[in-house]
């Protein structure tokens, strides 16, 4: 499919206990060679989630002033499963917020929600993949959301360049893996992360020297940070939680071009 739009590319599967009754999956979907201008967002998943969505390729997609680019979203009382989606080879071009993955959407006429029991109203997000995707002048680069009653498990980010006014967030996640993400921003950490299981990161780096660390973890442990490299003119590298340094496996790092490679505070 190839195609020039102004509307959003979106992909549903029912809504909350009407949804989960029908039961019907939207599965085995490709959507290649687009490009979207001034949209919602560039291709959407949820957050009408109820009969699980999967088996999802979106590559060679450009995105140019949309207010998200990939967004995957649902709430508590959607339920159903998002899995084995990946996105590849993307270029995004002042966007509001690069990628967003979020367990917390609110639509019009619906409250926040609270913490509840996992039954089948929790939405599940896992084995999803973000590839080659270029990033410039987002609002915010990445978003990441899940609950804690239900994390967000085995979300991949691999070879992402990005420029924005903030970074890269994400909590309530397990096995969250970066690999080769270079994050870019004009204030604020480079990559924020909290409450993650099974955290792995692996060549991630900021080119932007500012004053706050590149890389924030809280609550975090056992994350293990593997053969990054800090710029020139970097102030803090890696940043924990008071105590929570000990818990981070550092392996094959080049941290000595920062003011400080470590600190807990």
């Known amino acids: 499919m190839s195609t020039r739009a102004t509307t959003v590319i979106v992909l549903k599967a029912g809504k909350d206990a009407d949804g989960r009754r029908v039961n019907r999956p939207t599965e085995h979907v490709a959507i ?32 140019v002033d949309t ?19 990946h996105f590849d080879t993307w270029t995004m071009q002042n966007v509001g917020v690069g990628i967003v993955v979020t367990s917390y959407y609110v639509m019009g006429g619906e409250t926040a929600s609270t913490v509840e029991p996992v039954t089948e109203r ?5 084995n999803i ?8 002048g987002a609002k915010k680069v990445v978003d990441i959301d899940g609950l804690p009653e239900m994390p967000i498990t085995g979300l991949r980010l691999i070879d992402v360049v990005a420029f924005g006014k903030a970074g890269l967030t994400a909590r309530h996640t397990d096995a969250l893996a970066l690999r080769h993400v270079e994050v870019n921003v ?21 080119r ?3 004053l706050s660390p590149v890389l924030r973890l ?17 102030q803090t590298f890696l940043s924990t939680g008071p105590g929570e340094l000990k818990l981070v496996r550092l392996e094959g790092n080049v941290l000595d071009q920062a003011k400080t490679a470590t600190e807990e505070r």
Do not use: M, Q, W, Y
Request: glycine share 12%; aromatic share 2%.
């Open 32 to 63: 290649t060679n687009c490009t979207v201008h001034h949209a919602h967002g560039a291709v959407v998943i949820g957050s009408e989630t109820a009969g699980s969505i999967r088996n999802v390729v979106a590559s060679n997609i450009t995105a």
């Open 67 to 85: 207010e998200n680019g990939i967004r995957i979203k649902s709430r508590r009382g959607r339920g159903g499963v998002v899995e084995a989606a």
């Open 122 to 126: 929790t939405p599940t997000f896992r």
């Open 129 to 136: 993949a973000v590839s080659n995707v270029t990033i410039n």
């Open 186 to 206: 004009d204030s604020g950490p480079a990559f924020a992360i909290e409450s993650a299981s099974n955290l792995e990161l692996e060549g991630v780096t900021s």
């Open 208 to 210: 932007t020297a500012g």
């Open 218 to 234: 809280t609550r975090t442990p056992g994350a293990v940070l593997r053969n990054s490299k800090a710029a020139p003119g970097t």
